[in-house]
């Protein structure tokens, strides 16, 4: 009986630290939803405006589009509903971290004591806070790490265990793909690798019969998953729109693998994900032989399904991967085999203290500048909420990026245009409209657009038919300008 309450308080201690650090965390690092501070914009503020199309009763993909899952604008639709500012998205979010630091929790735990298990997670935050400097957090990422972090945790246990998985997890690990898939679905990367090992030792072990019924019933949460989204849009909104759904989710978003190339910071990642799994194979092949083949295949497949799109925050979902590796690391009885433990913990130590070195340019630029920049925000709220409320339903945003999303959001209405950032991508939009179409009675805009416009015939347009009527600081790098016309 005293085993039974002991297992509780354990778990209700680890839920109280997740929720804590995962409150610490987000107030910290993700700029973008936190409440007290300003909007730094980023991906973020693109997903909140399709988030607040939805709120508006607007058909996402159709009247406005964005080329990432339904689910992934319906997180940021429940987040703006329970709050118009950022408390409601805010709110979610902690409870999204603090269920992946529950598992990473669990997972090390596996390994190491409680102490001890402060140091994989602690390395994991430290990586993830280098990140948020440059994606402000809010990415689809981090809403695909709670199911990232539960199906290494399962596989963690199968090691450790060596107990058949149960059919329950099997379940659940495939409801998570389901969800991956409609925020994005490269980010279930790591789950493949995970349900792989775990198959290929089912075969070793001529598992065969709990193989199939493993499969099943992770391909019967896959399938419910799936078709509860799909049944959910169709009946938000009807039959005809499904197809926007799928073209949205995959078409387009599959037209983003090997389309772009940026790497920011990408050599440290990548540099780090080697040593890790370096030090495992070398140090760890005895003993965790599974261990170190899932890490690196993990490692591996997780960078492939990049393609060329080497964007920082893509990275962010082979984090947890670090979770399983460092614990491995850190098992205090293997500590009795390393004559030379404490530089490996001191290796550990510098990496994190790297990582937040690096991180403070990105801090200085957000806080040093963020006077302007929310004064620059402020001034042109105020210039738009002191517009009639039917004429702010008639602006648009002609490729502003995200700091037209994040003008957008301070006021609670989306563009009039259903493609608000154009893409270079070799996709058909059907059905896009025109500035001479809509004739609408704003137009949000760069200061370089008669210059840079790739469409000469709507900078024409503009110049003719509209007239200056204020500009606002850019909110991103404080050198461009948002300028807004008013049709003559």
Request: charged share 15%; net charge positive; aromatic share 18%.
């Amino acid at each position: 009986m005293e085993k039974k309450i002991i297992f509780k308080l354990d778990n209700w201690g680890i839920l109280l630290s997740s929720i804590s650090i995962s409150i610490v965390f987000l107030f910290v690092f993700a700029f973008s939803i936190n409440p007290f501070l300003l909007n730094m914009g980023g991906d973020s503020a693109v997903y909140q405006q399709m988030g607040q199309a939805i709120v508006l009763g607007k058909i996402p993909y159709v009247d406005l589009f964005e080329g990432k899952g339904f689910l992934m604008f319906l997180f940021q639709a429940v987040g703006l509903y329970i709050s118009d500012g950022h408390w409601g998205l805010m709110t979610i979010s902690i409870v999204n971290l603090a269920i992946c630091i529950y598992f990473w929790f669990k997972t090390t735990l596996l390994y190491v004591d409680f102490k001890t298990s402060w140091i994989p997670i602690l390395f994991v935050l430290a990586l993830m806070g280098a990140s948020y400097t440059n994606s402000k957090g809010n990415g689809t990422e981090f809403w695909s790490m709670p199911y990232i972090s539960y199906a290494i945790y399962v596989v963690a246990n199968y090691f450790k265990s060596e107990k058949l998985v149960k059919f329950r997890d099997c379940f659940l690990i495939g409801v998570g793909m389901g969800v991956i898939t409609f925020i994005r679905m490269n980010n279930m990367a790591p789950i493949c690798i995970a349900c792989l090992v775990i198959f290929v030792d089912y075969i070793c072990k001529k598992e065969y019969k709990n193989l199939f019924r493993s499969i099943a019933w992770g391909f019967a949460g896959f399938t419910l998953s799936c078709i509860f989204t799909i049944f959910l849009f169709w009946i938000l909104y009807g039959s005809e729109n499904v197809y926007s759904l799928f073209f949205g989710t995959f078409i387009y978003n599959f037209s983003y693998f090997g389309e772009f190339g940026k790497g920011t910071l990408l050599q440290m990642y990548f540099y780090v994900s080697i040593i890790v799994c370096s030090i495992l194979i070398f140090v760890n092949w005895k003993k965790y032989k599974k261990e170190t083949l899932f890490v690196v295949l993990a490692f591996a497949f997780t960078y492939l399904t990049m393609g060329k799109a080497y964007f920082l925050h893509y990275f962010e979902i082979s984090f947890p991967l670090y979770i399983i590796a460092l614990s491995c690391i850190c098992d205090s009885n293997l500590y009795k085999e390393i004559p030379h433990k404490k530089y490996l913990l001191c290796g550990i130590i510098i990496v994190s203290l790297i990582s937040v070195i690096l991180m403070l340019p990105h801090i200085k630029q957000r806080f040093v500048n963020s006077d302007v920049m929310e004064a620059g925000l402020k001034d042109i709220k105020a210039k738009l909420l002191a517009l009639p409320e039917n004429e702010r339903d008639s602006i648009w945003n002609s490729n502003t990026g995200m700091d037209g999303c994040l003008i957008m959001q301070t006021i609670n209405k989306i563009p009039m245009n259903r493609l608000f950032i154009k893409s270079k991508l070799n996709v058909d939009l059907k059905d896009i409209g025109t500035i001479q179409e809509y004739r609408p009675l704003y137009i949000m805009t760069k200061d370089n657009y008669k210059k840079d416009s790739e469409d000469k015939a709507d900078s024409v347009y503009i110049v003719s038919n509209y007239v200056e009527i204020f500009r606002t600081q850019m909110l991103t790098d404080g050198i461009s300008h948002v300028v807004f016309y008013k049709r003559k």
